[in-house]
């Protein structure tokens, strides 16, 4: 497969609206067994953050070169903070973190001991934001719109991308000619009618289409199913080992993993996501895209945790 080239003097504009989370990894060693309770006592050697969800889109985009934006909402709360500092450390080309008093921010902590996570905590609302909310989101993304190439809707149920707010921004961003990608854990679809291309994982795309996905006669019926709700122009479904499958004008293609090492697939959606965005702003075809997006998530399984994968090491795999 050739290397992966694109324009120097381009900086592509790409926003992520969604769900952004924090990851809090709590890192340590294990050597005994508590006296309380048979479980591992952790002697903690630290702590670090980083951006998930949404933010982990974001950073992908920032790993390719390209002038990534996001807009979000997170609790009034100390963790809110965290989440800007966060931000901060990777300068968006422009970011807005909506606030809602009556939710928290989103965040999940791993005790991590040697690479093995022992347990997750997760502290979150899954409350879609109040109409108010929608409003003052979307009145800020109508003064950005006209200078994006690609919208990203990142969509981990987590009460940011309501109905509202998810056909004002898709009708603003067809009006000013902005390709659309969404992904999605949501099984209903129809609050996406009218995006340019839909991206689920194969689990999700069962779900979404109520079609037991065994064989490529099913995957194509879901993918059909999915189109059909969503007036989308592509469906994009990652099958994991398999590979990535393509609907578009009734036909489907299948294309096969690039992945050597599967280490770890936290966040592999992401990179997918981001890298299909990317490679769009730049005017790759669809299939080429795919082709990216399988290199790029190819990288990240190799990595520990929701990494990032940069044009070289994509363009490396495909030497």
């Known amino acids: 497969m050739p290397s992966f080239k694109f324009p120097g003097n381009k900086k592509v504009k790409i926003c992520v609206i969604g769900d952004m989370m924090l990851d809090h990894y709590i890192n340590g060693s294990c050597d005994r067994i508590s006296p309380e309770a048979p479980v591992q006592i952790v002697d903690v050697a630290g702590e670090e953050y980083s951006l998930g969800g949404a933010g982990n889109v974001l950073k992908n985009l920032q790993s390719f070169g390209c002038e990534g934006s996001i807009i979000s909402i997170s609790g009034n709360d100390d963790t809110s903070h965290i989440v ?26 791993r005790v991590v001991v040697n690479r093995h996570q022992l347990i997750r905590l997760d502290r979150e609302d899954k409350i879609y934001c109040n109409d108010a909310i929608a409003d003052e989101i979307f009145n800020f993304f109508k003064t950005r719109v006209k200078e994006l190439d690609v919208v990203i809707l990142s969509d981990y149920c987590k009460g940011v991308l309501s109905t509202r707010l998810v056909k004002n921004i898709i009708k603003l961003c067809n009006d000013n000619n902005v390709i659309t990608i969404v992904d999605s854990k949501d099984k209903d679809l129809s609050k996406y009618r009218g995006v340019t291309l839909v991206k689920p994982n194969k689990k999700e795309a069962a779900l979404a289409s109520g079609i037991n996905i065994i064989d490529d006669a099913t995957l194509e019926a879901a993918c059909k199913k999915i189109a059909d709700t969503t007036a989308c122009e592509t469906v994009i479904v990652t099958l994991s080992e398999a590979g990535i499958a393509i609907y578009q004008d009734g036909k489907l293609i299948k294309k096969p993993t690039r992945a050597l090492d599967v280490f770890d697939v936290t966040g592999a959606g992401d990179t997918v996501i981001a890298a299909l965005g990317f490679a769009l702003a730049n005017g790759l075809s669809i299939a080429d895209a795919c082709d990216f997006a399988n290199s790029a998530a ?22």
């Open 84 to 109: 800007k500092d966060e931000l901060e450390k990777i300068a968006p080309d422009f970011y807005y973190q909506a606030k809602d008093d009556d939710r928290r921010t989103t965040i999940k902590t």
């Open 298 to 319: 190819a990288v990240v399984v190799a990595k520990f945790g929701s990494a990032v994968a940069t044009l070289e090491e994509i363009n490396e795999l495909n030497r």
